[in-house]
């Protein structure tokens, strides 16, 4: 009897210590990212290193991937349920009168039980699956994220170089404006024009500055943005290089509209959606089926704390198991499973409507974002002509101004308008690299550096 015993606790033993190790391997999930954190920030820092850093260390990430982590461990958990469940129990009883194997009125009981579930009406099955499906809709949530920072980061660091590019129009208006205000001086130290002109010239500086501060100021700020969003200290200065270009995008809205509905996270997260619900219809419609469950028991009594048998105890009351079958089901519940089923059909119907409202949105968000790439293009072409005319234009009234021709009145004008076509030129070229970006993320594809747009 007693080695019965020990064979049964060393076989107890042995399965909690491997079920335990198992468990504890798959735990020990490594910290993502912990070693790129820690990376010396050093090096210039384009557009693609940018978004690549972000992906890995912004706090959003770790969020959404430790999400995904436990949604992983959801289906493991589901998949346990199909498993036998091991319990066990340790007392002392007391009886009002003698207990029938012994006589007496107390006792210690040990009891061991083991419980198989056989059939459940199809819910662990179900349970399981949306498991599965949870995790896969997490992991579509994570791209979904991970699209969205893509296009946060690549907007800001295109802001940055469009300020720095409206810091370098403001610096030459504000050359220009200098070289004007000193001809006008000297012009009017011989007394070949009025005072008015040299105060105008003076008045247009100013406010010349004024714009060059605002546009250092915007540098900075775009640079604090990005620092936040590559998770680096807010005082820290990082060298961010890349310059506004145009790339030509080649892609047609056929195209476009395919790769999106082939590879867009919300799209797939609905669908995702519409079966996970799919499933808790199965599993409300389990209570219509029996619930079958097999088990076995092991019960050790004695007369003291260490269960040992023998005194008044016969062998066939102090040590035996027993297995067996049940099956139990639920007759009536004044419909309540029923319509708990009904409303599950509705959901589901619910979640296809939003699916479909998904994807039509996901088309428009697709079509939207090419004609703002086309719009954008067609307003470089133009910009970068109005950029040279307005270049010859105040070369020319310069010119005229100094021969004596022509007013300071057309030269400021003549500035004015240089200065409108540089800033017209940095701005479509940033609309330009934004809807690319849009689109990409639309098509719920990642274009780190936005360097192939095709």
């Known amino acids: 009897m007693s080695r019965n015993r020990l064979s049964l606790f060393v076989f107890t033993l042995v399965a909690v210590l491997a079920f335990s190790c198992l468990a504890f391997a798959q735990d020990a999930d490594p910290a993502m990212g912990s070693s790129l954190k820690n990376e010396e920030i050093s090096g210039p820092f384009d557009l693609e290193r940018c978004v690549q850093r972000a992906l890995d260390l912004n706090p959003t990430m770790t969020s959404i991937r430790a999400q995904l982590q436990g949604s992983r461990f959801g289906t493991r958990s589901a998949m346990g349920d199909f498993g036998p469940a091991l319990s066990a129990s340790y007392g002392y009883m007391h009886y009002d009168r003698g207990y029938v194997s012994s006589g007496k009125q107390s006792d210690w009981v040990g009891k061991l039980n083991v419980t198989q579930p056989v059939f459940k009406g199809f819910n662990l099955l179900a349970t399981w699956q949306k498991a ?101 200290p807010i005082e820290m200065d990082v060298e961010y290089v890349g310059e506004l270009k145009y790339v030509p995008f080649e892609l047609t809205l056929k195209e476009c509209l395919n790769r999106a509905y082939d590879n867009r996270p919300d799209l797939l997260v609905g669908e995702k959606s519409v079966e996970i619900a799919q499933k808790d219809v199965t599993i409300s419609e389990s209570s219509f089926y029996p619930s079958v469950d097999a088990t076995w028991d092991y019960v050790n009594r004695g007369d003291d704390a260490g269960l040992n048998g023998g005194g008044d105890y016969s062998h066939e009351g102090s040590e035996y198991w027993t297995a067996g079958v049940t099956a139990s089901m639920s007759i009536f519940e004044w419909g309540s499973d029923y319509y708990n089923s009904k409303q599950y059909d509705q959901t589901v119907k619910q979640l296809e409507a939003d699916l479909e409202n998904t994807r039509l949105n996901a088309g428009f968000e697709v079509k939207r974002s090419l004609l703002n790439i086309q719009e954008a293009a067609d307003r470089i072409t133009v910009a970068k002509k109005s950029v040279t005319a307005a270049e010859e234009a105040y070369r020319m009234a310069v010119a005229r101004y100094q021969a004596q021709v022509g007013t300071n009145t057309d030269v400021l004008n003549a500035q004015e308008r240089l200065t409108a076509s540089e800033a017209q030129l940095s701005q479509a070229l940033a609309d330009y690299g934004t809807a690319v970006s849009t689109l990409y993320v639309a098509m719920g594809e990642k274009n780190l550096g936005l360097k192939d747009a095709k």
Request: charged share 25%; glycine share 2%.
């Open 132 to 232: 599965q499906l949870t995790e896969e809709s997490t992991m579509a949530s994570l791209t979904k994220v991970e699209l969205t920072l893509v296009e946060n980061v690549q907007t800001t660091f295109l802001s940055l170089l469009k300020a720095r590019m409206d810091v370098k129009s403001a610096e030459d208006s504000v050359a220009r404006l200098e070289s004007q205000l000193k001809v006008i001086s000297a012009f009017y130290d011989v007394g070949l024009r009025p005072k008015a002109e040299v105060l105008d010239a003076e008045v247009d500086l100013a406010t010349a500055k004024q714009g060059l501060l605002t546009s250092r100021n915007n540098v900075s700020t775009q640079e604090a943005q990005l620092n936040t969003l590559l998770n680096i």
